[in-house]
């Protein structure tokens, strides 16, 4: 607009890549040369790999080794996922199998692909300079990289000009040029001044036009933690894709070149190979009592001492009104702003007593009430997201509504966020019980009028009681849980029929309590009725809830359902257990879960999992099933695999409101 000024936000463009063709060579370690991009560039008796930006192709020549072609297909999964985000498609090629797509990069299919590297050939050995500023003008030293006394002493004598760079002679405070004659590379260390940054760009540019170089050689920034792929292998051990070990811990990880050297570290060091299945030999953890769950609610309750709740509507948070408290909706986020009083610690009787020495009785007595610290406080923000609900809530609450909080109370603001499910228990018990979660979003109502189902469960203990609304299907009812029923009539969804329905073998306490929330939630237009399992209509109750189907008698799986998470994320391979009061979304994609209901431990297999983990987990399943055969005979579990998005019912039930996977957030 006219009078404006330019957009502040950063405008995201796609990655733009160069195409490149690669011959790959060497024995040991994968090298990669780069050659001019055109089809008389391959060889029968090289492995190449051309980059195409979301495009991987690796040709193997006739007279190419399959070793070869393994490792140009290990690095190409190492680009993939390291620079492509692992969106690039990577195709194998071997001669005479070539596809159109392949030869169109390529600018066309040679006349005949015949041997053009001489015999003898041996690649430019790199050279590291380091860009440094001199008195008054740019200095450009050599690194002299050489064999230390012990790789001497290791290595023989026709093996020392294969020496190659190592990671240790880049320092995070200098900026370096690494000329590989047809690459240049210019490494910039995190810590590494503006000036010679900018400098070094024109000291490579400068070292290109001195030498000959072929056309398609190429200069190349890399910024230390984000190096390309290309780039590391010219070092010595540096993110190798040929030792990858994920049983095995960060310290134990010693690269040291070589097959046979690293088959013998692992004899020599086998007694640090490292698996935590401590989780697995624990008891389960026992459900809280009422008693102590209602004391720890009115502890908890007693030191609040107010609650302001806002709702995001539209663009902006908008005060939440006192009677929605306590219910909430998959597609909106809620803030709750509480303010706790924090104890204040007096002082002793003796050190008052000592401070009041040489002073009247009346004036000590006065100066210690004048002394006596006023009450303290402490603000904690509670943001709430639904399971629906996109990251537009978090990023508007932290730029605006946050911002001003910290104004208001500035040191004594704690942010605390929660998904659906995943609250924390200081919050829930300031609804005490009563936390109602609705489907779709605040005052937006379906059209006609539908019926709605809500199931009241206690998971772990009363403190996490709550109440969520699930499909309207009979076949989720269960005799020893309390359901909330809404059957509105045809014309308006204001009016109709609300129903508590309450299993023979349900809780006394989550009778009543079913029944406080359906007071709560509808007003005095529907008309409410309290019904024990047996005893629905006919006319209205199975109608509906859709019809009557059979539905389970008891929950058993209640007292013995335990979930587990086998994963590779500490740098060794781990299980942990979830607490009591897990949820759907408790279920890690990239990693295995062990679900026990009692009769079955289901192993649930992610669909980013990798093999390693779920060989191992499979190992973890049978050590835990062996454990509980041992520890209570009557319940001989059965293993059972599962896979995201095929989970039979005995395996859903054990989660409250189970329904369709969370999609990533927009």
């Not at 590391?232 to 051990?237: G, L, Q, T, V």
């Not at 809280?288 to 769950?293: C, D, R, Y």
Request: charged residues 30%; contains cysteine; negative net charge.
């Amino acid at each position: 607009i006219e009078g404006g000024t330019a957009s502040g936000f950063f405008t995201v463009e796609d990655t733009q890549y160069v195409t490149r063709l690669y011959r790959v060579y060497g024995k040991k370690n994968v090298k990669l040369e780069p050659v001019a991009l055109k089809g008389t560039s391959l060889d029968p008796r090289f492995v190449f790999l051309l980059d195409h930006g979301l495009d991987l192709f690796v040709w193997r020549g006739s007279r190419a080794t399959l070793s070869s072609t393994t490792k140009a297909r290990l690095f190409a999964e190492k680009i993939n996922k390291n620079e492509r985000k692992g969106k690039a498609e990577i195709t194998l090629l071997s001669q005479g199998q070539e596809t159109p797509e392949f030869w169109e990069v390529l600018g066309g299919q040679p006349e005949e692909i015949r041997p053009c590297v001489p015999d003898d050939f041996q690649p430019h050995k790199p050279k590291l300079y380091k860009v440094g500023l001199g008195l008054g003008y740019l200095e450009l030293p050599q690194i002299n990289y050489k064999l230390s006394v012990e790789h001497k002493k290791r290595l023989k004598a026709d093996l020392l000009p294969e020496m190659r760079l190592l990671q240790s002679l880049l320092d995070t405070k200098n900026v370096y040029i690494l000329d590989c004659w047809s690459d240049v590379f210019i490494w910039i260390g995190r810590k590494s001044s503006r000036l010679v940054r900018a400098a070094a760009l024109k000291l490579s540019q400068e070292l290109c036009g001195m030498l000959h170089r072929p056309k398609h050689a190429m200069v190349t920034r890399n910024l230390e933690g984000t190096e390309c792929q290309v780039f590391k292998s010219k070092f010595k051990n540096w993110d190798d894709v040929l030792h990858v070990d994920y049983t095995r811990n960060a310290e134990t990880v010693l690269q040291d070149g070589g097959l046979a050297g690293k088959v013998r570290k692992d004899a020599e060091k086998k007694d640090q190979m490292k698996a935590d299945l401590t989780a697995l030999f624990l008891p389960r953890q026992p459900p809280m009592p009422l008693s102590e769950a209602e004391q720890l609610m009115e502890e908890w309750n007693e030191d609040l001492d107010g609650m302001e709740g806002f709702v995001l509507e539209g663009k902006k948070f908008a005060r939440l009104p006192e009677e929605e408290f306590g219910h909430f909706h998959t597609h909106d986020c809620y803030v709750f702003l509480c303010r706790y009083w924090v104890p204040v610690e007096y002082e002793e009787e003796e050190e008052k007593k000592k401070k009041g020495d040489g002073k009247g009785d009346e004036e000590g007595e006065e100066e210690d009430e004048e002394k006596q610290p006023e009450e303290d406080f402490q603000c904690i923000v509670y943001f709430w997201q639904g399971r629906e609900a996109s990251n537009m809530g978090w990023l508007t609450f932290t730029f605006s509504l946050q911002k001003k909080f910290e104004s208001l109370f500035p040191g004594k603001l704690e942010v605390v966020r929660m998904t659906q499910q995943q609250e924390n228990p200081k919050f829930l018990s300031h609804f005490k019980r009563r936390f109602v979660i609705h489907r779709g979003k605040r005052k937006e109502k379906a059209s006609p009028p539908q019926p709605s189902l809500y199931h009241i469960r206690t998971n772990g203990g009363a403190l996490c009681t709550r109440c969520i609304q699930i499909n309207t299907d009979a076949g989720l009812l269960n005799s020893e849980f309390c359901f909330i029923l809404k059957v509105p009539f045809e014309s308006t969804d204001n009016q109709g029929i609300v129903y508590t329905w309450v299993g023979r073998a349900a809780d006394p306490d989550e009778a009543k309590l079913a029944e406080d929330i359906m007071n709560q939630m509808f007003d005095d237009s529907y008309s409410k009725q309290v019904i024990n399992e047996g005893e629905e209509p006919e006319n209205f109750f199975w109608v509906g809830i859709g019809s009557q189907k059979p539905y389970d008698e008891d929950a058993e799986y209640m007292k013995h359902s335990r979930l587990f998470r086998c994963s590779n994320e500490k740098g060794y391979f781990a299980v942990s257990e979830k607490c009591s009061d897990f949820c759907q979304d408790d279920l890690a994609d990239d990693d295995i879960m062990l679900l026990d209901n009692g009769q079955e431990v289901y192993m649930w297999v992610g669909t980013q999992t990798s093999q390693v983990e779920i060989k191992l987990s499979l190992k973890a399943c049978q050590v835990y099933i062996q454990h509980m055969r041992s520890k209570d005979p009557a319940r001989p579990r059965k293993l059972r695999l599962v896979r995201k998005g095929n989970e039979p019912w005995p395996f859903t039930r054990c989660f409250h409101a189970w329904s369709g996977f969370r999609k990533p957030p927009a």
